[in-house]
């Protein structure tokens, strides 16, 4: 392998282009009388060729014999060995709370230029390998087929599209820019390592230009040690470079782990012109933003500071990489901790730029807005921008922000330039947003989001997947605040969030809630999700505001919605004579004004199903109304406007809770709906009691073969609901305790279901609904 990937490519790039004339004109590419040291020049050429390769075959058997003694001498023993990790032992380990293997993110265009001339093949592993071997007069592409790992350089062409080519259905050809310089820090020791070292190199990057005034692409790499070592530069001064096209890194399996510590001083990389942070600060190149990428692997930045100098609005932001406009950044197996801004962006600030983070670690830093990080993905009118945001194998712990997005803020034009997003493989721990108070506005995305708040405008789509999300907090939206055209949310689990209220004065009132989440603007579809213990002022669980949720295969367990908390963060009181935001309704979820398509005022309620279908509710409460659901179609006049409907199946509420209110609230302790028409199908409802009141305003139920057991209102047995004869009609439907039935609690053995939903073991009323004392 070592004289392949090395041995026969030096071989090849030594050919001239005199090699290549004679070897034309012996095989017949040239006029005939061929001199004579023309074919000598062809047969050593081809000497030196047949040479490598007879080199290579002899590597390939010593390799093969020694796989194979290998292989004999490991047969003897019960141990088995591993395959190599990506990083050593004693390094961070994978932050993902699901393995995954990592992929190439170094793509940027697919296909070639047609027409254009291969002038070398060379076998590699990694893209990163590959791209070591672009040089400015050819362009590159790296063949990701599985068999068949190459990279191939092509002559220089000025084509202004690519084509696609390829030599099976399963390989393609990935385009990758050529670094103009290789910059390595260090010597191989931890004391080579030093801010002058950094900055030397920094320079040499910063004040190189091609022959056409353009800066070309390089890297800065670094090489302070042996693995399992640390090397810390302690920074005393910013970095700053107007210009993209960088990559920053350290190789961490051959080399000790590097850390940019600024010392609580000030940021530590600035790409982009200072005085203009917070008014789309550009990487310039010749006056003009450009999309040249920016890579950060491998390193870990520590104790960034940005703070406020009386430029612009974010000017604060971005402690440890401020990423200016016009640039693509991409970040892998990074650690970011303790980078404290007073605007927006805790870590990292970038500003209309696409953000693609893998691998990487946020834990402990602080901002304004976004404590992790904070991207802005609204262009300014010359419309020059990178698109593209994603989010893989990451971890977010202990961040917090005054404003917005504890653990980061992701937005884009909410009208006129809209993006999709990925989230997949992300732990969120302990994310706060704190405290923000207003006499007379009422914002949403103000004091949302604890872990993060995410906004891709009209037309966005957003996916979600794999993520855990536990003892997040904001006062609106514990984990996450969505405002999405269309989200996909999947396989993730929401437990102890807080949603504690906006805070606002005397006379305030806005509809915030959702220990796990707030979403408005779009639809969402959920499934195969938990949702426990989370706790809000509207929506223990979720609350939403224009966005109908479709829950399919999900479980509620313990989520309670509190009408007064007193929190770390501020304390607020919806009890009698208190003048503050209302609360204490829907344990799981408040709805309010579904359908934001213009049907509000009615339609044709049969085409806006929003279904619930194998889900298990369980435990949850409320202090007001609704101890799994309130709001439904919320309408607080006395009509049918709203015309949207509930479809449940083969789901189960099983003993959710009210508390007694002393204004005689209370109502509703399986669901409280209002407005609407809804149909319930093959659904138990056991064991849910309510202190007083009924549990339906303005609806009209259809329930089709479902068990009511064990259903209490003021300790007496209750209906499926408790509304007017004309507003409810019962299908093949038994109430145990009324019209004669006995009540046993075999009653409703024969509607009784075990949903697909991960309950982590909250089934006991599913599989075998609970008896019942009621009168």
């Known amino acids: 392998h070592l004289f392949k990937g090395r041995e026969v490519t030096m071989a090849k790039e030594a050919w001239s282009n005199e090699d290549r004339q004679a070897f034309k004109a012996v095989d017949g590419g040239g006029p005939a009388g061929v001199p004579a ?10 000497a030196v060729a047949c040479g490598a390769v007879c080199v290579v075959v002899l590597a390939v058997f010593i390799t093969v014999v020694c796989v194979a003694a290998s292989a004999s001498s490991s047969s003897s023993s019960s141990a088995s060995t591993s395959s190599r990790s990506p990083l050593p032992e004693c390094s961070t380990p994978a932050p993902s709370p699901t393995p995954a293997t990592a992929g190439s993110y170094s793509a940027q265009l697919e296909g070639r230029c047609s027409g254009a001339t291969l002038r070398q093949t060379t076998a590699v592993a990694t893209v990163e390998a590959c ?23 092509y002559t220089k062409t000025d084509c202004d599209s690519l084509t696609t080519e390829t030599d099976s259905p399963h390989t ?35 004040g190189q230009v091609r022959i056409d005034g353009v800066h070309p692409l390089a890297v800065i790499e670094f090489q302070c040690g ?161 698109i593209g945001f994603t989010l893989k194998r990451c971890t977010f712990t202990s961040n917090q922000a005054t404003n917005a997005g504890g653990g980061f803020v992701f937005q884009s034009s909410a009208i006129e330039d809209t993006y999709s997003a990925l989230i997949q493989d992300i732990t969120f721990t302990g994310n706060v947003v704190t405290t923000y108070q207003s006499i007379s506005t009422i914002d949403r995305t103000l004091n949302g989001g604890g872990a993060a708040l995410i906004r891709v405008g009209d037309t966005g789509t957003l996916e979600i ?41 005397s006379g305030e009132q806005s509809v915030v809630g959702g220990g796990a989440f707030f979403v408005s603007g779009g639809p969402i579809e959920v499934r195969n999700c938990n949702f426990e213990d989370n ?39 919806n009890r009698p004579n208190r003048a503050w935001e209302y609360g204490g309704y829907g344990g799981v979820l408040w709805q309010e004004q579904w359908g934001a398509d213009g049907t509000q005022d009615g339609g044709d309620p049969s085409v806006h199903f929003y279904t619930y279908n ?19 179609l919320y309408d607080h006049s006395p009509t049918y406007a709203l ?58 139920h259809d329930v089709r073969h479902c068990c009511c057991i064990g259903n209490e209102v003021a300790g007496h047995c209750a209906n499926c609901f408790t509304c007017a004869a004309d507003e409810e009609v019962y299908i093949d439907t038994d109430v145990p305790g009324m019209n004669g039935i006995p009540i046993s609690d075999e009653a409703c053995d024969g509607y009784a279901i075990v949903p697909s939903a991960p309950s982590l073991g909250y089934t006991a009323c599913v599989a075998s609904p609970v008896s019942t004392s009621c009168s």
């Open 172 to 206: 393609s050809y990935t385009k990758l820019d050529a670094p103009w310089q290789h910059i390595v820090v260090g010597t191989g020791s931890t004391a080579s390592c030093t801010e002058a070292t950094l900055s030397t190199a920094w320079e040499l990057v910063k």
């Open 37 to 46: 040291f023309v074919t000598q020049r062809v047969t050593a050429v081809r």
């Open 535 to 573: 706790v809000g002022k509207l929506g223990g669980a979720v609350s939403a505001q224009n966005a109908g949720i479709d829950f399919y295969d999900c479980s509620f367990h313990g989520n309670h919605a509190r009408s007064h908390m007193e929190t770390a963060y501020g304390n607020w009181d």
């Open 614 to 632: 194998r889900n298990v509710f369980q435990n949850n409460s409320a202090d007001n109304a609704g101890a799994a659901f309130e709001g439904g």
């Open 643 to 700: 015309q949207h409907t509930l479809l449940f199946k083969n789901s189960a509420f099983c003993g959710n809770w009210m508390e007694e209110h002393p204004l005689g609230l209370g109502n509703g302790a399986g669901s409280k709906l209002t407005g609407g028409r809804h149909r319930f199908e093959n659904v138990v409802f056991g064991g849910n009691v309510a202190a007083t009141g009924t549990d339906t305003v303005n609806s009209r």
């Open 465 to 505: 997947s794999n993520v855990l999300a536990e003892d997040n907090a904001a006062g609106n939206g514990g984990a996450f605040v969505l405002y999405v055209a269309t989200t996909y949310l999947d396989r993730s689990t929401f437990r102890r969030g807080l949603s504690y209220g906006n805070l606002l004065y």
């Open 226 to 386: 042996p693995p399992c070592e640390t090397a810390t530069i302690s920074m005393s001064t910013m970095l700053i470079m107007n210009r993209g096209g960088l990559t920053m890194k350290v190789n961490r399996q051959d080399y000790a782990a590097v850390v940019l510590d600024a010392q609580g001083l000030d940021r530590i990389l600035v790409f982009g012109t200072l005085d203009f942070i917070g008014s789309h600060n550009r990487v310039l190149i010749q006056g003009a933003a450009v999309g040249k990428a920016l890579v950060f692997e491998g390193l870990e930045f520590r104790n960034g500071r940005g703070t406020a100098a009386g430029d612009w609005l974010t000017l604060g932001g971005g402690a440890c990489i401020y990423a200016g406009y016009g640039a693509e950044v991409t970040i892998k197996e990074c650690i970011f901790s303790s980078c404290v801004s007073t605007g927006s962006g805790g870590a990292i600030a970038a500003e209309s730029t696409g953000l693609h983070i893998y691998d990487t670690v946020f834990e402990n830093n602080q901002a304004a807005t976004g404590g992790g990080f904070w991207n802005n993905m609204i262009p300014d009118a010359w419309g020059e921008y990178n």
């Open 131 to 153: 791209q070591a071997l672009c040089s400015e007069e050819a362009d590159c592409y790296f063949i990701s087929h599985s068999s068949e790992l190459t990279c191939k350089r």
